[in-house]
Nanobody, 120 residues
Framework: QVQLVESGGGLVQPGGSLRLSCAAT????????MAWYHQVPGKERELVAS???????TYADSVKGRFTISRDDAKRMVYLQMDSLKFEDTAVYYC??????????????WGQGTQVTVSS
């Protein structure tokens, strides 16, 4: 059974930093693209940043220059370093990954989400 488990959310003041982590566990053969999404109540889930297995990175315009996505394939981890946080970054952040299991099934998976609140 494959799971994505996020950690690192919390309460931070504007201008502060947080680092989110996501661990992929289970019977995994290969992980392709990994990404972070966020969602606020009443709105659709939106892409924040993604990173392919080849290292190609994409950021939402709203976070360019402030957030950094990275991955450690040996540990099956993806990270999101969030700096210069703004009130509007407040959301639930979800980890996402497209991967193939050892049973040769390719699918995409979501984590359970972690709350990030930017408040003074």
């Amino acid at each position: 059974q494959v799971q994505l488990v996020e950690s690192g959310g919390g309460l931070v003041q504007p201008g502060g930093s947080l680092r989110l982590s996501c661990a992929a566990t289970g019977s995994i053969f290969a992980i392709y693209t990994m990404a972070w999404y966020h969602q606020v109540p009443g709105k659709e889930r939106e892409l924040v940043a993604s990173i392919t297995s080849g290292g190609t990175i994409t950021y939402a315009d709203s976070v360019k220059g402030r957030f950094t996505i990275s991955r450690d394939d040996a540990k099956r981890m993806v990270y999101l370093q969030m700096d210069s946080l703004k009130f509007e970054d407040t959301a639930v952040y979800y980890c996402w990954a497209e991967l193939t299991t050892i049973q040769a099934r390719t699918n995409d998976y979501w984590g359970q989400g972690t709350q990030v609140t930017v408040s003074s």
